[in-house]
């Protein structure tokens, strides 16, 4: 991925966000991200930071359904990686992350897939 330090591996920390994720650990995911990251959410939500990420990820991670946080699929694009999973109520949704120099996530953009992963249906 150009511009980005070559001391971690995008992919495996997108991997690790959706394993946090999965498991419910709260901690592990926010330690992922940049003290100033960014969350922009599929339903048109917008936050920031620390303060904004413990406001948005507890009650989502608490109401996640059963299938929720399954891959489809993985990938580097451009700048960033491209995320196609089922997120916490299900849905099909692409999320990309952009990262830091030091291998923190410094934004996520999510946008609905309707129902469909990219390969996988």
């Keep these: 991925m150009s511009g980005l330090g070559t001391d ?9 966000w959706l394993d946090a994720c999965r498991q419910r ?4 995911l926010l330690e992922l991200y940049a003290n100033r990251a ?12 620390r303060s ?4 948005y990820w507890p009650s989502k991670l608490r109401a996640a359904t059963p299938d ?15 995320l196609d999973y089922r997120d916490y109520d299900g849905n099909t ?3 990309k992350f952009w990262f830091d120099d030091a291998g923190h ?3 996520t953009r999510c946008m609905p897939l309707g129902g469909f992963g990219s390969r996988a249906a």
């Design 38 to 49: 960014t969350l922009d959410c599929c339903d048109g939500g917008h936050f920031v930071g």
């Design 8 to 16: 971690f591996d995008p992919v495996a920390v997108v991997i690790d």
């Design 68 to 82: 929720a946080f399954e891959l489809y699929e993985v990938l580097p694009q451009g700048d960033c990686v491209v």
């Design 93 to 95: 949704v692409r999320t």
């Design 52 to 55: 904004g990420l413990l406001r």
């Design 25 to 28: 650990r709260l901690a592990d």
């Design 105 to 107: 996530i410094s934004r």
